[in-house]
C-alpha cells in the first residue's frame, strides 16, 4: 500500500504499459477476471452483443430484470432522448422465470459467460419465489436484486426509496439462495439518504450494492402538449446521470469501505469508469452507451487497462476508492 | 434468420440533394456484401462525444458491391430535427460510425406473381432495390410513390431506371394525382391482379395499405418505422403488437423480428396501445 499513498500526495508512479496492468477484481469473496459488466436491461441476455466483441471476455452480462410472470412491457412510446442521455419506460417486459431459464440462462451457460441475473418482484414473497428458482444454479456469479419497483403491497412505494421495504425483499432473496451466490442490491440515488438505504440492504445479507438505477425524470412533446412516454414519468439514464452515480458510490464507499460496489450511470469511456473507481467502484456496469456504441464494454475494458497503466496503477484492486484517500490527505 | 450485423467505420463517397432529401453515399466493408432489401442501418450522429446518444436507423436504399470503393451503401436522409441535420451536413471523406444489416429484409416471392410497391415519402427509399429484385424474379412491378408535396416525393428517378409503371401522389397536387398512395392504390392493384403489395412509410398509410390489400385478397409486406434505440433487440422501446403463428399477440421488437411484417400479423388499431389480451398484459398491475 506504500505505493497507494505515494501516488496520493507526490507525483504518479511511472506509467506501466496497459497490458500488464492486473484489471480483475473481485466482488467480495468472487474473483471477476474483466472489471466491465453490461447494466441490466440494455443488454436483454447478451446474445444480441455477441455479435459485436466475445461476451465471454467481459465481467459479465447482468441481465434484463426477470420477474415471476412473463410482462407485455408498457405501451410505446417507451423512450425519448434527451441531453447526453434517454429516458425510459419500458416497463419490465420479459418472458417470466420459467422461459428465462430454460431459453435465455441455458444459452448463457451453454456460452460460458459470466452470468449476474437481475431479478425483480412485486411483493416480497415475490422476489423470494423468484430467487428460489436459482438456487440451484452454482455456475451465476450473482443474482442483482433490483428493488426499484413498486411494492404492491405498499400502495405502489418503490421498495429501493424505503430502507425497511428494502431490507425485506434482501433478506427474502438471501433466504431463498446458497450462501455461494453472491446477492447485490441494486439502488436508486431517487432517496433523501442512499448511506441508510445501503446500511440496511447490507444488515439483510446483502455481499454488494450496485448503483444507479435509472432517476424519475420526464419530457414533455410540444406538438402534443403531453408526456412522450407512454407512462408520463420514466428513467434517466446515460452520461447526463454519471455525476449523481458518482456522488452516491463516494458517499456509499466512504461510510463502507469494504463493500463491494458494482457502478453504473452514463459510463461511456474507460476514463469514465476509472472515475467511478476511484470513487469506490469495485467494478462498471454499462449501459445506454450500449445503444451508442454496441461494442462499448469491450472497447471500455481495453480503455480502463490504458487509463490505470497511465496512472501507474499495476492493479485495478488498488485504484478502488484511491480518491477517497486522496482527497483526505489534502485536507 | 438475419445476417450478422457488423459495427464498422464507414467514409461517405458522396452526398447529393434530392428534393428534400440527402442521398448519402457510403463506403463500408462488411454491410453492401450480405444486405438485402428491407434491411437497415443503424448510424452514430453528432461525432464522438456527441450528446445525442441514440444511433439513427436508415433503411438501406441501395448496395453496389462491385464499386471500386469495395461495398457501397447509400441511405436517404431527411433532415428533420439535431441528429438527421448533421448527418446531411457531412461532406465526402468524412467517417461514420455504422451497424448493419440490420432486421428482416422483404419476402421475395417464389413465383413470378404481380406485385406493387407503395412509399410514402422517404419510406419509399428502400423500394427502388427491391423492385430491381423483383424484377429479376420475373414479377410484374407497379410503383406507387407520395407525399405531402412534389418535393418530398422519393425515387421518381429510381424507378423509371428500374422499369413497370409508375405513379406519383402528392397531397397538395403538386406533382402527379392529387390525393394519397392508397386513393390510387386499389386501381393498380385490381388491373393486373396484384398478389403482393410491398409498403414503406408512416404508419397510418401502412395501416390503409394492410387494409386496401386484405380486401383485395392480396398479401401486404410492410416495412414499419417504428422508434428504436438499439436496433439490435437489447432495449426492449422499438415493439409492436405482433400475431404470432399460434394467434398470440406479443409485444414484439421491431428492429429484430422486423422491419418487415406481413401486414395481417399487425395490429395497427392497438399501437402505442396495451390491449388486456397481449401476451404478459395480465402482469402489468402495479407498474
Ligand atoms: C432501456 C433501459 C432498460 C433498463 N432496464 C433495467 C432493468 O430491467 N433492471 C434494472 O435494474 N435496471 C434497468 N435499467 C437501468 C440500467 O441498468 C442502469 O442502472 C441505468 O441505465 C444507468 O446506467 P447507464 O447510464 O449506463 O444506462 C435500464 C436502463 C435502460 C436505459
Ligand atoms: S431498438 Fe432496441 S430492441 Fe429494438
Redesign the pocket.
Known sequence: MVGTSLRGSGPANAPIDSLLVDSSTQLGSVRIPAPVFTASGCAASGQGLDNFFDIAAIGGIVTKSIMLRARSGRATPRMAETPSGMLNGIGLQGPGIDDFLENDLAWLQARKVRTVVSIAGNTVEEYGRVARRLRELDWLTAVEVNISCPNVESRGQVFACDAAASAAAITEVRRALTSNTPVIAKLTADVTDIVGIARSVIDAGADGVAMINTLLAMSIDLDQMRPVLSGGTGGLSGPAIRPVAVRAIWQVHAEFPNLPILGMGGVRSGADALEMILAGASAVSVGTTIFNDPSAPWRIQRELREELGKRGFGKLTDAIGHAHTVFEASK | MNNNPVQTIGKIIGVRKTGFYSVISIACAGIAETARPGQFVTVAVGGENSSMLLRRAFSIASVDDRSSYGGVIDIVVSAEGPGTRWLASRKRDDSLDLVGPLGKPYPIPKNPVATVLVGGGYGAANLPWLGKVLIQRGCRLDSIYGAATDLKVYGQLEARRIGGSLTITTEDGSLGTMGRVTDVLPDVMSKHNAAVVYACGPMPMLSAVAQIAQDNGAIAQVAVEEA???????????VLPIIDENGITKMT????SGPVFDAAQVRFADINKLPSDVYGADAMGGH
Open positions: 428504436m434505440a438499439c436496433g439490435i433487440g437489447v432495449c426492449m422501446t422499438c421488437r421491431s428492429c429484430i
